[in-house]
């Protein structure tokens, strides 16, 4: 199975690299194979190191301005020009996508695939997980989007909010 994260390529506060550690881990331990945003910094760096450790094979998906800063141990690496193409080639190659910690570079992805769930292009299970309330602003809005009509409530149900990684890995 092929696991898609979206997350930040930024070195961030210890408490989300251990949760990022952690997804790398179980993702390792499933031999599932990681497609990501390809750098080989920060959250990026942290996921694909664990998961090359522990032995499962890593994909990472770059825009070609940046292929330089692609993750060095990656098992393979595709070169898109710009982040539209990004973000449907780790779409297009995921089967189910995780959403951890991450800026407005997260949030242009998971809006991306949200736009194409509710198109019919895709029904991909997305998972959020929500370190710390970190998305609960998020949720909110979606909330109160569908509440008053501009989201429709399948659309709202398919992006599933959990607290950990664990509980991710079992909605698989």
Do not use: C, W
């Not at 994260?5 to 881990?25: A, H, I, N, P």
């Not at 179980?26 to 990501?36: G, N, S, V």
């Not at 997980?129 to 979606?142: A, I, P, R």
């Amino acid at each position: 199975m092929n696991i898609g994260v979206f997350l930040s390529q930024y070195d961030v506060d210890g408490k989300y690299t251990t949760v990022v550690e952690t997804l790398g881990r179980l993702i390792a331990e499933h031999k599932y194979t990681l497609i990501f945003g390809g750098g080989d910094e920060g959250l990026m760096h942290v996921l694909a190191d664990t998961v090359h450790q522990g032995g499962a094979k890593v994909v990472g998906v770059i825009r070609a301005p940046i292929q330089h800063k692609a993750y060095k141990d990656a098992d393979e690496i595709v070169v898109v020009e710009d982040a539209h193409k990004m973000n449907i080639g780790l779409i297009e190659r995921a089967d189910a996508i995780f959403v951890l910690i991450g800026g407005i570079g997260t949030l242009n992805e998971l809006t991306e695939i949200v736009r194409m769930k509710k198109n019919g292009e895709q029904n991909k299970l997305v998972v959020i997980v929500n370190t710390d309330h970190f998305y609960d602003g998020l949720k909110q809005q979606l909330e109160r989007m569908n509440k008053e009509g501009f989201l429709r409530k399948d659309v709202m149900e398919s992006v599933l909010f959990v607290e950990t990684t664990e509980e991710a890995m079992a909605k698989l």
